[in-house]
Each structure stands twice: as C-alpha cells, then as structure tokens.
C-alpha cells in the first residue's frame, strides 16, 4: 500500500507504476483543475475519464451503487480527497476493496481503488476493507 | 502496531472472549488484525498511536446474538464499543474511546422493520442508513419524508441516539424518537415506552409510556445498547420552496438572529434552518488554493472576492416553507420583510441560483429530506482532508451569536485555520457548530488543532456555553464542563453505571462516564 504524499510533484503517466495503469473501469477526474485534467488525458486508458467535482452522491445514487460487483472492479482517479474517501466508504459496504492513493499536489490525489468478489451481499462491508490508508 | 489489550485483560481471555464471539456471530464476522484498521479514526488527533485503537471487532446480526456478545463480555470483563454504522466521521468514527476494546458493529443490523404511513413513523435497527430508508421510502411510493442530516451513509438510529439535527420541520432527531428496544449489560432486552406492556400497537405513536421516561439515558450514554427504534417521519407537503437570504457584513449575525428569534418560536420559519459563513458555504463548490496560497486563514481581500465569484454572502441563511402555496406565500411576505431590513440583504430562489455547484441549490435537496454526501466537499477547502466539530450551545440572541462568534473566530484564526461555521437554528437556542478543516497527515497541525480544541472548551465553559456533542478525544474535557454542584450530574451518570453496567463493560468513556474500576485520576 502507499500513501506517499509528493505535495507540487508533477506526475505523468511514466512516474506511476505501470502493471494495470491502463486498465480501469471507471476513471474519474476533477474537471476544475488543469492538472487534473492533464492527468486525465494520459491515464486514462481506452475509457472516456468521468468529470467530477468533488461531490460522490449524484455518481453513486446516478448508477454506481447499483452497478454489478460480482466481478472484480478497478476504479481510478486525479480528484480531491473527498471523492476518494467518499468513494471507498460507499464500496466498502459492497465489496472488499484495496485502495492506494497518492497526494499529488495542495488539492489532488491520484488514486486506485480495486474491488474483488467477496462479501458482496451488501448487508456488511466497511470491516472488510483491510487497506484503509 | 501490537494489538492493544484493554488494562485488566490478558491475551488468553481476550482470544477466549473472541473465539466464544465467533460461536455466536460466525467466524467471518469478527475481525482482528489488519481487518481491525477501518475501525481506526479516519481524521485521528492524537499524534499518540496507541489511543483510540480496538483490539478487534464482531458483527452482530440480530439482538439476540447482541445479548450473547454482551454475556460472553460479562462473563470475561473485556468491554465493547457499540456502533451503529461507525460513520460519525468527524467525532471518531467507529473508533472506541478506551482503546482495546472491542467494536460491536452493528452495520449488518439493516432491517427496516415497519414503516407506517398512517402515522408517519418507521421502525429501524441500527445499521440502517438515511440513503436506505430513503430508498425504501422511495421504492415504495410512501408520502413521507425523512429528515436528514449532512451525511446520508449515517444510521438513522445512532444520529438520533448522538443528538444530531437535520433541516426539515423534524430537525431534532432524538425528539422525533419514539420507543426504544435496548439490550443492558446484564444480557437482558427492555422495550421502552408503550412497547413495555404486551401486545400495545401505541409503541411508535405514544412516548412516554407510564412511570419514568427513560430513553433519554440511552442517547449519547453507555448504560445499553439501543437495538430497535422507532422514528417518526414528516408527511410530505402539499408545497415546498427553499430559499436563502444573504448578509454582506460579519456584525449582520447579531441583528439576523434578533429576527430570527421570533420568526422561529412562532413557527413562522418552520424548519431547522442554518445560518452558514462564507468559507463553510464556499467550501463546496471550490477550494482555497483557487483563491488565495498564502498562509494561514484568508484574509478580507479574498473573502470579499469569493462573495461575488460565487453570489454569497459573509453569512448565509438558508431555510424553507412547507404547506399549500398560499400558507407559503403569507409565510414568505412575512420573511422577506422581516430581513429586507438588514442593510445589504439579498434574497434568493433556486430558479435564481444559476452557477453550478450552488449552495442553494444543494441545501434545498437537504432540506426536503435527500440523503447525500455533498457536504464532505468542505474537507478538501485547505487540502488534508481532516476535520472535527466544536458545537457549542447558546440562547437564540443576537448578543450571544456574535460573542460567539467572535470567541470562536478569533480563535480559530489565531491558530492559523480558516473560521467555518454555521449557526443551527433550534427553538430557543444555537448550536453553533464551527468545523475545523485540519491536514490530518501533518502531526504539527493535529498538535496545534488539540490545542485550540482544549482552549476553545475552556473559554466557552468560562463564559457558560456547552458543547451538545463532541469527538471521543474531548469527551471527557466536554463532560468536566458541565460541573454544576460539584459534579452531581456526572455522580448521577456514575450511579445508574454501576448499577446497570457493574463491570462496565459498555463503552467505557463514552461521553466522560467511566467505569468504577477505570475512574481512578479522572473527575469527579
């Protein structure tokens, strides 16, 4: 796991490790910022980045909550810590997950969240997330 | 890290104690170890790694496995913390003040079990969230609404049993409670209310029962575990509008809360309203960098500058009327007069809000009973992510709110964070809730934050303001505040301990009340 904090660091898509980085289901960035966007554009692989501002609820009750976990999901982002705290705690209720974040700058982190197919029925969650960082 | 053992408990009973858990609850629902880390403070203080840690922790599913949990922990002396959801963020999560104790998380708890559209109630257990009930609420066609607070991933039964407030007419969640189950320390299931007698159908409806009222001892205690409960739910109006009214200058607050004050008694303003401050309302739509990167709090320049980028003002009461559009518009003639008299006050509808993310436009989600999580966008204002609440309560006068202000303010700022915080609007009394936005990485600042914490507890009890509610580091700073008669109210609290709790084995420390045996060196 990592929490390394690189405050005013400038990261590109050669600084992050690079098994699985372009490979995700989702990825979301924080569309106010440049660097977030930037980052966006070079992470994100073949799917099309989802513009956020910080605020999880309209993605989670808009679709995610309700999206199938019974298969591992790997989600990655460029957002504020919100999102990603957010994030973590509403998966956690569906699924284990094992998440590595890393501050990049004054307002972003950069972040991978994945989720595997155990305790899935929703009913208990967050005690499973084994890699709060 | 070792795991921690509670003082008194020695490793061959604590493995004991969880293999007996994992009779009762299975073996996949008690966790230790690395499981152990999400039960940890999220937004921690203490820069000392061994306070606020559990050893371990066990899932219950249903009470009758909650009883067996709290014989076996009788039985070996080794004490629990219950939660209901543990996503009481900013006061410690799930985290146990007395550290080695072991989290009784009662999240699989979830059953909505009735939900009466009659009477306007639902029965819940503890594990239920705002978004659940909402959901259900929603799937099922039911015209009522919920009142929530800010985070919709809460336990509709643990906000209310922590005193915390929302923004519809039913703001006060633990006087919308009504009939309580509790499991006591000794094992044993009590109904509170009507539901003590057999067979009532008025367990939901009617509070009081006969003979003493005593859901009160379960709502922020440590004298049972509250299981069931009921919560009465606000039918839905035949008309809402939201609105929020704008201040331009900081001594605005004295003469709105002068207003307000009547509007409020009379039930002229109907619902739980807020008076927010810039930053706060700020918060979440941007963040500081965007405006300013000096050090330190921003200064007038700047706030002056965010004001008109984002159409708020130094203050920001945000309310709603409720009922058929006339009684609407007779409320709202009433409102605007009354506040038109503030110099520079501003009024707004949402169809007047046109950027986006709006602070109206969010608010008047919340204030109709939409659970969401919107208002964690404050933590990322200075980068950090760390938070806590300071709540003080004051009388409803314009005096008391800008003393408290400036109290809490000049503080705040002195200590190098931004002032965030909003005024709740009860009947008779504020709870001025002021968020500190800390970086929870730096051991610098959370040392700086613990000590404006313990200072702004000192100077308010100096000039008679109480917290309502606080995070599990300040409990028993917070509880030494309320002294009245040397301490006869925590000597209460100590006697109904012993005897319903005598090993005390229920959250020690909760809200300051301690066991007999852990009381050595603490007050009283």
């Known amino acids: ?133 | 890290m070792a795991e921690l053992l509670p003082p008194g408990v020695n490793a061959e009973t604590m493995a004991e104690t969880l293999e007996r858990f994992r009779q009762i609850v299975g073996k996949e629902w008690v966790f230790t170890g690395e499981q152990v880390v999400s039960y940890h403070d999220p937004y921690p203080i203490s820069n000392d790694d061994t306070r606020y840690k559990a050893h371990a922790a066990v899932a219950p599913s249903s009470t009758e496995q909650v009883q067996e949990i709290v014989k076996a922990a009788n039985a070996s002396g080794v004490p629990l913390w219950p939660v209901s959801r543990g996503k009481n963020f900013a006061y410690g999560g799930a985290a146990p003040v007395f550290s080695g104790s072991i989290v009784l998380d009662m999240s699989r708890m979830n059953r909505i079990l009735e939900v009466n559209e009659k009477f306007g109630y639902a029965l819940v257990e503890p594990g239920v969230s705002y978004f659940d009930l909402y959901n259900y609420l929603h799937a099922h066609g039911l015209k009522l609404w919920l009142d929530v607070p800010d985070p919709g991933w809460g336990s509709v039964l643990g906000n209310a049993l922590d005193h915390g407030v929302g923004y519809t007419p039913y703001g006060d969640h633990f006087m919308m409670q009504c009939g309580m189950e509790v499991v006591l320390a000794n094992g044993e299931v009590v109904r509170t209310g009507m539901g003590a007698m057999p067979g009532n159908n008025t367990w939901q409806l009617f509070k009081y029962g006969f003979g003493p009222y005593v859901d009160g001892i379960f709502s922020q205690s440590n004298f049972g575990i509250v299981t069931k409960m009921g919560i009465w739910l606000m039918p839905e109006p035949a008309g809402y509008r939201p609105y929020m009214i704008t201040f331009e200058r900081e001594e605005d607050i004295a003469e709105v809360i002068e207003i307000l004050r009547p509007l409020r008694l009379n039930n002229v303003i109907q619902n739980a309203a807020t008076i927010r401050s810039l930053v706060l309302d700020a918060a979440i739509s941007s963040t500081k960098s965007q405006y300013y990167s000096g050090a330190g709090p921003i200064p007038d320049s700047v706030a002056r500058k965010i004001m008109a980028d984002q159409a708020i003002g130094m203050w920001n009461f945000c309310g709603a009327l409720y009922g058929p559009p006339p009684i609407a518009d007779a409320l709202w003639t009433v409102i605007r007069d009354a506040f038109a008299k503030v110099p520079g006050a501003r009024f707004y509808f949402p169809e007047d809000r046109k950027r986006r993310p709006d602070i109206l436009i969010h608010r008047a989600e919340t204030m109709r009973g939409i659970p969401k999580l919107t208002e964690f966008n404050f933590l990322n204002w200075a980068g950090g992510g760390g938070h806590i609440g300071f709540s003080p309560v004051s009388p409803t006068t314009g005096i008391d709110a800008l003393k408290q202000y400036r109290m809490v303010s000049g503080r705040v700022r002195e200590y190098g964070f931004d002032y965030m915080g909003l005024l709740a609007i009860g009947f008779r009394e504020l709870h001025h809730v002021t968020v500190i936005v800390y970086d929870k990485t730096s051991a610098d600042e959370r040392q700086r934050l613990d000590k404006l914490f313990k200072l702004l507890v000192q100077e308010a009890a100096a000039e008679g303001y109480g917290e309502y509610r606080t995070h599990i580091q300040y409990m028993d700073a917070i509880a030494g505040t309320y002294k009245w008669n040397d301490n006869a109210l925590m000597k209460m609290h100590q006697s109904i301990k012993d005897a319903l709790d005598p090993k005390g084995i229920l959250a020690p420390g909760k809200s300051g009340i301690w066991p007999k045996h852990l009381r050595d060196g603490r007050q009283p």
């Open chain 1, 1 to 133: 796991m990592s929490s390394l904090v690189l405050p005013n660091a400038v990261i590109s898509a050669a600084d992050v490790p690079s098994r699985g980085w372009l490979a995700c289901d989702y990825f979301f960035f924080d569309e106010r910022f440049v660097e977030a966007r930037r980052l966006a554009g070079e992470l994100c692989g073949a799917i099309e980045p989802t513009p956020v501002q910080s605020d999880i609820t309209a993605i989670w009750t808009g679709g995610l909550a309700r999206a199938d976990f019974t298969a591992p999901m790997t989600m990655k982002g460029v957002t504020t810590e919100s999102f990603y705290f957010c994030l973590k705690i509403l998966l956690v209720d569906q699924v284990r997950v094992d998440a590595q974040v890393s501050r990049i700058d004054r307002d972003l982190h950069l972040w991978t969240i994945r989720t595997d197919n155990h305790f899935k029925n929703g009913t208990v969650s967050w005690q499973n997330f084994s890699r709060l960082v």
